[in-house]
């Protein structure tokens, strides 16, 4: 193994708070080991278009606690995937990667990202690159980890939200519908909607029937109840459309994914076809739940992972993630991570909102 | 003029933070007067069906901070409106109103809401009934005051949301709009849009057109800005709509005006067929404007508001309304209050927003 | 065993945000399971004085985010502490207790509190009460579970407050010291320090010397570092007292201890003895970092709590704690926890400090 | 008039939020009536040592929210005031300023300060210096405007405190002492304290008497109310003291003024020693209140002020203050505000407090 000078970190996929504390730990935790940092600009475009910067403590000092990222992310992608078998073919930028790596004498690189910017830190390890993921999506569908960064935040903002809207809908009778983030996991909806008092709760992992959730806000009106609180995942999947999601028609990312987003408002009209006696009001989050600053149990986990992911590298432990097991940081094997991806909510938490009466 | 001994309190329409400290301050004021308070309950409803509640010390205390209305709101009108000739007309419901208060012995009736409410409280003086009223809406669009009770709460919450999409917006390029309250007016748009840094507010003061806000956003681009923040109100006015209001498709709230709402979404479509590069995302803040907990301004204005409610009924000031004028708290009659609503924002703040080289 | 019927809950010793969650959690857990729920009032001064209310879904509306307890608390301890032995001797109290418990048919008692309350559960346990303790304390000191209900709402405010001082201590040349909780264990000075970018920590953990702080303090001048955050515990241990804390002259609190507080000032004043070039400035947080909205942690966690003493209830498993080990939530005996008891916090966390250049 | 071309601008004294805000709007305003920009570094001692930075839109990005001053400040002063006669002198200092103005080529200079800086800024005006002043000092005791920036950002922060501390107040029997800012008036205290919903509030307009509020807190207690929250601003005068405020002893601040801080636990000793059945606990918010994020009203205000003091120097209108009355921003000559500082709150707001029954 050769001696570690230079720690590369970038990070990808959408930004969520407590990047940027990653970020300072990692120049932290580098400097007294006598390593240096840099930085790559927007993800995977930094290296493959040999875009970087020093990172040393004046340019880490007073991020702790600001969200999005100050290194920019993008949804580049060095790999692209062949829609007919599914596995990824690497493209051009690879061997730029490789090269920027080389010439930059970077050593190991940190990678903060989601399922899509560690799987690239896998294959890449593949090429020889000594790379360590560490784990950060609002969605907390990472496999192999208790939290990701920057779900806890989210959590904040849903939580907040609910808070808020309980206030105004007790001085109404009201149905609130609450849209928030979660395409292929319900993390932010079930827990979100456990921390805030929802009353009906929408998530990917079982599908819902429009006709189930008239039924319930009909019972809770009839015993009294001025208000009912919903919360909607954006990948929630109704019954009545085959268990699928509520996809903007013909509309797709920058993946190729169906869009998703508006569920809240078909929910909405849905309901009132159920002849429910009061029109919902629909509040959208969208990308709320990415901004503002990092809550303390977000910094305190981007603080550990980035001291980890340079211990890791100190260590020769490379394509591996950071990962948080019960009070502990570990290293979990890239392959491993992935293999899991998405992660779905436990039984653990649907049993909790069952057993406190959320439908 | 007969001796004031108890005084009726009743919160209409929309509900926003800061109704309670109102109620707060009334009854603490009335006490040491030696007056009586009672409560009635959801707005014109609770003297209609003659439902109300005592209101002492031990029913306001620990509500000061508390966003929504403890007494709880209705859209009932006692009087309604000729579609032909546009007049107020009186129903049965009045005598109900009259016959309940007379029996009650409320000699004064203090009516917290928005214009719908002050008018009834202003249709009610003709029939003898001693009203004050106290202007409280999220949306500031009533005339003769500076400020509404619940618009410096709603600005914070839609200051606050800009400032959680600032943080992520900079991670991203990203196009992101925000659709906020404001049917006729848009004070929440603009002040909020101006206090949270947006570089375009789209308000039903002025049509815009969607070709200047693509172009807009272009030069912004090409200006090297990674990103912008759009405000829209959900009143605001496209000169490509012959400067209507987008209306959700035949249908209509309560009083049978179109129903606005998902303007956002509405934009974002029309800017991805100006060619846009990016998707904007849409956040559509919706209740959240009304909920939560007041801001110390309008705590401090719905208690000036209340002491003056009370101060007004025991000096005979009635069929008036309580208003910030400057610092000062001042009665105005609500005849000149009616006729001044919805109360647009001033050219003093348009000249604001152009002169930072907002759009 | 006999049939459960009825369960009873108490809160007591100081407060912290998350108690009511738990609160309500037993009662929605506890009706469909078709038990009866009891709240006693103040501690254990409720079933001494056969002060009890009927909980049901209405007593626990709306109390999901409050801070405090809507069933009061105190400082009553039905067991007094012989000086001489150490040991703990049951006072006519506890008879009373039982009388209470028996008459009133409760036939398990939930303790929500910290390491005095659960003590009393322990203890009362030996004379045949079904006992279930749930862990609430802002100081995170009892041993056996990963985090109490509450600490990561103090973290919460103690991170805030850090944030806020770095804003204003960049303007001017500053030294602010911030003085939280934490008489036995430096959980929120440890914690919150590293989650709101403290220069400076000193907790009771590891005794410190007003001259290396001081030193540390002139290196940051020196390296043109415009100011310096210190968070002190009011339990630190300065070497200059011999490793003792600083307790107030002569002042002890309702247990006899010595008085803490004001630790701040002291160190504010030693460290100018000390020749620092800045007069340092102090806030004293003090019962601000219990009060406020539970966080989404502290109200899950609270949740999970609440539930599982229920079903330990159920399942007949008393005398023992609800506790968080790693994502789950587990049984363990009382006696093992109060053994553990003050829980310093673990190397873990001082290392990190250390790590990333944290004095 | 010579041609107005380049502006100068500095921040002094404490700091507020909202200054950046005002900074900003400088900038955005001065850009398109082609104006230059510059900032002084550190207060007076960035023009007195030629210490100045180019300000463009790119510096002023994203500093719209952030507390504190980009520009930093300091307590340098070019005038020394003799202690006998009470009159300024100039320093060498001032001529260093004049010449660094001549050299730079700035034609006119916003000073953005309390009534120290703003007093500097008129002595200079004597000297042919083109002066705009703004208001900003979370005291608010400046004459001429309705409000400083600055005051209402601190309010926020008094009202959450006090709001935490109701929350667990409730919860024990308590009797808790917030220590808040305001040397010389009560702003900060009395609005604070109102809002915030405070049992007792000691400010420097009216002296207080132990005794007295200690009655007032029996009266509490006897009335059953189970806690009671005082709000003592730091310049607080006690009769028993002869209407001194209370001073730590022997230490004076940059200014040679007697260092107040501390009142707090004055007040909770001397509350012991009039045979209080409770002890007193101390919150000290000192520096918090300065930081944080600027309130929408404080950005508002400062985005009206920077932009109105453009204005002011275009129409040549100097040695004047941007000042808030009522709705409107307006000029008031400085020698007018400095003879009416420090500026005390008005009746209407200590007549505000008497009539709901705060002491």
Redesign the interface.
């Known amino acids: 193994m050769p001696e570690l000078k230079r720690i590369g970190v970038l990070?990808g996929g959408?930004?969520s708070?407590g990047i940027n504390a990653a970020i300072r730990?990692i120049v932290?935790?580098a400097?007294?080991a006598g390593l240096d940092v840099v930085g790559f600009r927007d993800g995977w475009r930094g290296p493959v278009e040999d875009d970087l910067v020093p990172l040393g403590r004046a340019e880490v000092t007073?991020i702790?606690?600001?969200?999005?990222?100050v290194l920019?992310?993008?949804r580049t992608n060095p790999f692209e995937k062949d829609r007919a078998t599914g596995e990824w073919r690497a493209t051009p930028k690879v061997e730029r990667i490789l090269d920027t790596l080389r010439r930059r004498r970077v050593d190991a690189l940190v990678a903060i990202g989601g399922d899509d910017t560690l799987g690239v830190a896998h294959r890449l390890a593949a090429y020889g690159v000594n790379a360590v993921g560490i784990p950060q999506t609002i969605d907390n569908d990472i496999a192999g980890t208790?939290y990701a960064i920057g779900f806890?935040s989210a959590?904040?903002?849903?939580?907040d939200?609910l808070?808020?809207?309980?206030?105004?809908?007790?001085?109404?009778h009201?149905v609130?519908i609450v849209e928030v983030m979660g395409r292929d996991a319900g993390w932010i909806a079930i827990?979100?909607g456990?921390?805030?008092?929802a009353d009906v709760i929408l998530a990917p992992e079982e599908p819902f029937s429009i006709r189930e959730v008239a039924d319930a806000l009909r019972q809770r009106l009839e015993a009294g109840r001025?208000f009912s609180i919903i919360v909607v995942a954006e990948g929630a999947r109704p019954v009545e459309l085959g268990g699928r999601q509520v996809a903007q028609e013909g509309?797709v990312?920058a993946f190729g994914h169906p869009?998703l987003?508006?569920v809240g408002?078909w929910l909405a009209a849905e309901l009132e076809k159920e002849g429910l006696p009061l029109?919902p009001?629909?509040?959208?989050?969208?990308?709320?739940q990415?901004?503002?600053?990092a809550?303390?149990?977000d910094?305190?986990l981007a603080?550990?992972f980035g001291?980890a992911a340079v211990e890791f590298a100190l260590a020769g432990r490379y394509d591996a993630m950071t990962a948080l097991?019960?009070?502990?940081v570990v290293a979990v094997p890239l392959a491993e991570v992935l293999a899991g991806c998405p992660k779905p909510v436990?039984p653990?938490f649907l049993a909790?909102a069952r057993?406190?009466?959320v439908r």
């Open positions: 990070t959408g930004d708070p730990a932290r935790r400097e007294p007073g702790l606690h600001i969200g999005g990222t920019g992310t993008s208790d806890h959590l904040a903002v849903v939580t939200a808070d808020r809207l309980h206030t105004t809908a007790h001085a109404h009201r609130l827990l979100g456990l921390a805030g008092g001025r509309r990312d869009q987003g508006g408002y029109t009001r629909v509040t959208v989050l969208s990308y709320l990415r901004g503002g600053v809550t303390p149990f910094r305190l603080t550990r001291v097991r019960g009070p502990d436990g653990e909790l057993n406190i009466g």
